[in-house]
């Protein structure tokens, strides 16, 4: 047995990743011809500043205390 790819495993590799982006690029097509979704990522665009640095805050903090466990 070989330890080497051969053309079937870089076949297989190749379809799956034109499967992936095929797929990626259907959904945006289709995303983008409607608004929904907006809402949940943004808010609908309502959320003031305050809100905003908290949430970038807590990321923060939570990765300088995964970091310092690390």
Excluded: C, N
């Amino acid at each position: 047995m070989t330890s080497g790819m051969t053309h079937l495993d870089w076949g297989i590799i190749a379809a799956y990743m034109i499967g992936v982006v095929g797929i990626g690029v259907a959904a945006g097509f289709f995303r983008s011809r409607t608004t929904e979704g907006g809402h949940y990522f943004l808010d609908d665009r309502s959320l003031t500043w305050p809100i905003m640095e908290q949430r970038i805050a807590i990321h923060g903090l939570v990765g300088l205390a995964f970091r310092k466990a690390g």
